[in-house]
């Protein structure tokens, strides 16, 4: 008898599917043309037909030109867009001289601490002509300001820029850690952002919604998707509370999720996914901009699933997973480097990333046909199963009052942690097998040299810092500060346009932070009392 192996939302895949999977199945309600409600097919009526993907490789590391010479080195690679990683201290709001970033500047990202870094970090980069994401959340709009300056400075109107601001704090409360400020002005600023990209950057997508950072913390497809489309929701009702009109924001709302190696479930998590948000768009919220509907979303293959051990066989997965986003309908990729569970990508690992994206995109016949799975027995069945699957863990974040009062409650992250816990379970027994960790594994691992980042990267940024607050005007940062404060008691100003002129007289993400924290205070898990 054929063993049933369970995906990994949970039911188990068939052995064999047929007809009677799709018995009473309704193909115009469930899956639409391309393009079209409920967008199972994608988002676009021709897909890669006319074009590939944005291929938009992620990269950031130490000072701003070391990433600045990286990014270069992949625009001329072929790579479509840039993707910025900062480092922790940036994506928590300190400067790279404050003693809690101490052994942690420009290690896992780049140091940004104001608007001479960015400066640098986009030398020589045309931004009216590159898209641009950048992977931040609680201080998302400083670096989205600090962005739009550098293209002022460079002649580049805010209409003209087009990229992505992840600024998704909700899920740094259930799955990462990257917050500063408690979940209610976490969700003003969030507003502000939506208020002000309309009216100063209209082509900018003012949020990328993320179920990638719950899946690296161990979470189900249809857990990555359930709980990611909750706090969407919670983000729409955040902008209409603050009294705007769903079809003038939700078009600029993005999403961003990762592809693991379950090529199948991966793909039925992508479609189930698009069909759940267009439903709740429509029925829910009365959008009737088909922009509104449209779930558009970035991927990226599974750092999580990347091993130390025999790193070049991440190459297998990362093509793979980068399949499994492509088949799905992914708008842009980021293929991960086979190295990055050793250390920091070196520039040949990135390149061959980047390459993989380019074989499937230029010698596979993947992209010459819309949606290839379409009616696929196997592949509709698991769609069903896990948009079932999301559907349940929906009314659940929703029976306990929405995403936020669920987060209070510890519910997404107590389920993430929950299936964390089967998978090494599962991994430590050998009932799932990883090449080279627990099967296949070598008597002896070949010798590899990792990319450093250089230590006194830190006493280089602490140098800046001095010289940058010796050389501005002290008082008109401080005088930019207090009206940002002031904006910020209040509850009917746009924080952002203050906050634009403090970054404009040089004020630091870290001084730009603290003043929002005096008074919004700083967030403390439920946990730590």
């Known amino acids: 008898m054929t063993k049933r192996r369970p995906t990994e939302s949970g039911p188990p895949i068939e052995p064999a599917y047929g007809p009677d999977a799709l018995a009473g199945w309704d193909p115009a309600e469930r899956l639409g043309e391309p393009g079209a409600y409920p967008y199972t097919r994608g988002v676009y009526p021709t897909m890669y037909t006319g074009r590939p993907w944005t291929m938009r490789q992620y990269a950031g590391f130490g000072t701003a030109a070391e990433s600045n010479a990286r990014?270069?080195?992949l625009i001329e690679h072929g790579s479509h867009g840039l993707s910025v990683a900062f480092d922790l201290p940036t994506q928590m709001g300190h400067d790279s001289d404050a003693p809690i970033a101490s052994g942690e500047v420009g290690k896992v990202g780049v140091a940004i601490d104001s608007l001479d870094d960015m400066r640098v970090l986009f030398g020589g980069i045309p931004l009216g002509e590159v898209s641009t994401s950048m992977t931040i959340n609680a201080p998302a709009a400083l670096l989205l300001l600090l962005y739009q300056l550098v293209a002022e400075e460079q002649g580049v109107a805010g209409d003209r820029l087009t990229g992505t601001v992840q600024n998704d704090v909700l899920k740094e409360y259930i799955a990462r850690g990257t917050y500063i400020f408690p979940p209610k002005p976490s969700l003003r600023l969030t507003a502000d952002i939506f208020q002000y990209c309309r009216a100063e950057i209209p082509r900018w997508n003012t949020i990328s919604v993320s179920g990638y950072h719950m899946a690296e913390a161990g979470a189900s497809p249809a857990q990555e998707i359930a709980f990611t489309l909750a706090d969407g929701i919670e983000y729409v009702r955040t902008a209409v509370a603050a009294g705007m009109e769903v079809d003038d924001f939700a078009p600029r709302i993005s999403f961003f999720f990762v592809a693991r190696t379950t090529l199948l479930e991966e793909v039925a998590k992508f479609r189930a996914a698009r069909r759940i948000w267009a439903r709740v768009m429509r029925e829910e919220f009365g959008a009737r901009d088909p922009k509104s509907m449209m779930l558009r979303f970035h991927t990226q293959t599974a750092g999580v699933q990347l091993t130390a051990q025999q790193p070049e066989v991440n190459l297998v997965r990362v093509a793979v997973q980068g399949l499994a986003a492509v088949l799905g309908g992914t708008q842009s990729l980021h293929t991960n480097s086979f190295d990055e569970a050793i250390a920091l990508p070196t520039d040949k690992a990135a390149r061959l990333a980047l390459r993989t994206q380019q074989v499937l995109a230029y010698e596979t016949d993947v992209p010459a046909t819309v949606d290839p799975f379409a009616g696929s027995y196997a592949v509709e069945s698991l769609t069903d199963l896990v948009e079932e699957a999301a559907?349940?863990?929906?009314?659940?974040?929703?029976d306990l009052g929405g995403a936020v009062a669920a987060i209070e409650h510890g519910f997404q992250k107590a389920e993430i942690e929950r299936n964390a816990y089967r998978i090494a379970q599962e991994t430590d027994s050998g009932e799932r097998v990883v090449v080279g960790v627990n099967r296949f594994q070598l008597a002896e691992e070949e010798p590899y040299e990792p990319l450093r980042v250089d230590p006194e990267i830190e006493n280089r940024q602490?140098?800046?810092?001095a010289r940058l607050r010796s050389e501005r005007d002290g008082?008109?940062?401080?005088?930019?500060l207090t009206a940002l404060r002031k904006a910020a008691e209040g509850t009917s100003a746009n924080v952002l346009y203050?906050?634009?002129d403090a970054l404009r007289a040089r004020a630091t993400v870290g001084e730009v932070c603290g003043a929002l924290r005096e008074v919004w205070g700083s967030y403390v898990p439920a946990e730590a009392f």
């Open 462 to 465: 602490r140098e800046r810092l």
């Open 498 to 500: 203050p906050m634009k």
């Open 71 to 73: 990014y270069r080195r």
């Open 475 to 480: 008082r008109a940062v401080e005088a930019a």
């Open 391 to 398: 559907v349940d863990l929906m009314r659940r974040v929703e």
